[in-house]
């Protein structure tokens, strides 16, 4: 399975951009998918999750009410929305196929990664 990520850019603080994850086959219907991310210097972290019909999503508690995480299984692309941007929302995101149908935050529980989308916030 192949993952290419892709809506990085630059952004002032308070802006938005929208990330999109297309994978290589149609795992919409059996997979979680999830978005992760990694700051220099910093471990990678959980950033959001949806289930295999979007029926269940999880954020991390640093993005609840400014990201937005959806799918399209017919598409074969899971999104993130990013909004109200802060500078420490600066990373690169990765997006991640996970070996069930559930949504997760849970790292080890990812088959498939993306290469990264770098995302930078200026203040």
């Known amino acids: 399975v192949q993952l290419q990520a892709s809506g990085g850019g630059m952004v002032q603080a308070g802006g938005s951009l929208r990330l999109s994850c297309t994978t290589s086959?149609?795992?919409?219907?059996?997979?979680?998918m999830g978005w992760f991310r990694q700051a220099p210097g910093k471990e990678r972290e959980f950033v959001a999750a949806i289930s295999w019909n979007g029926g269940r999503i999880e954020y991390a508690d640093s993005v609840k009410g400014r990201f937005t995480i959806s799918r399209d299984n017919a598409k074969s692309t899971v999104s993130l929305q990013l909004s109200s941007l802060k500078p420490e929302d600066t990373a690169l995101y990765y997006c991640?196929?996970?070996?069930?149908?559930?949504?997760?935050?849970?790292?080890?529980?990812?088959?498939?990664w993306g290469q990264g989308t770098l995302v930078t916030v200026s203040s």
């Open positions: 086959r149609r795992t919409g219907g059996n997979n979680g």
């Open positions: 991640a196929v996970a070996y069930s149908s559930w949504a997760t935050a849970d790292s080890s529980r990812y088959a498939y």
